[in-house]
């Protein structure tokens, strides 16, 4: 059974930094790409970041790019987004996802060339002025 859980949100001031983990579990043969994810009220979910498994190659959102880092630590199936300068903009739920070899477990989105098809619950990122 694969699961992604995903910690580390809350509540930020402009100019803030939070960073995400988002531990994966369960048979990890078939994972291919690692990536975040977010969604804000009233909008539909837009990718931020992915690292491809294989190589570490990454790729990002350009709302992101300078100020998010994605990294994964192999030896803990771990995989991270570090946010600096945070925008109120940035306020959103944000899901790791994974492009995995399995049935999905909700949405089908491409992102960055990637099929991303099992999702964590989420986590609650705020940033205030």
């Known amino acids: 059974q694969v699961q992604l859980v995903e910690s580390g949100g809350g509540s930020v001031q402009v100019g803030g930094s939070l960073r995400l983990p988002c531990v994966a579990s369960?048979?990890?043969?078939?994972?291919?790409?690692m990536g975040w994810f977010r969604q804000a009220p009233g909008k539909d979910r837009e990718g931020v970041a992915s690292?491809?498994?294989?190589?570490?190659?990454?790729f990002y959102a350009d709302s992101v790019k300078d100020r998010f880092t994605i990294s994964r630590d192999g030896t803990k199936n771990t995989v991270y987004l570090q946010m600096n300068s945070l925008k109120p903009e940035d306020t959103a739920m944000y899901y790791c996802?994974?492009?995995?070899?399995?049935?999905?477990?909700?949405?089908?989105?491409?992102?960055?060339?990637?099929?991303?098809?099992?999702w964590g619950q989420g986590t609650q990122v705020t940033v205030s002025s």
């Open positions: 996802a994974a492009e995995v070899n399995t049935p999905p477990n909700g949405r089908v989105i491409v992102f960055g060339g990637r099929v991303f098809n099992y």
């Open positions: 369960g048979s990890t043969y078939h994972w291919y790409t």
């Open positions: 690292i491809r498994l294989d190589r570490s190659s990454t």
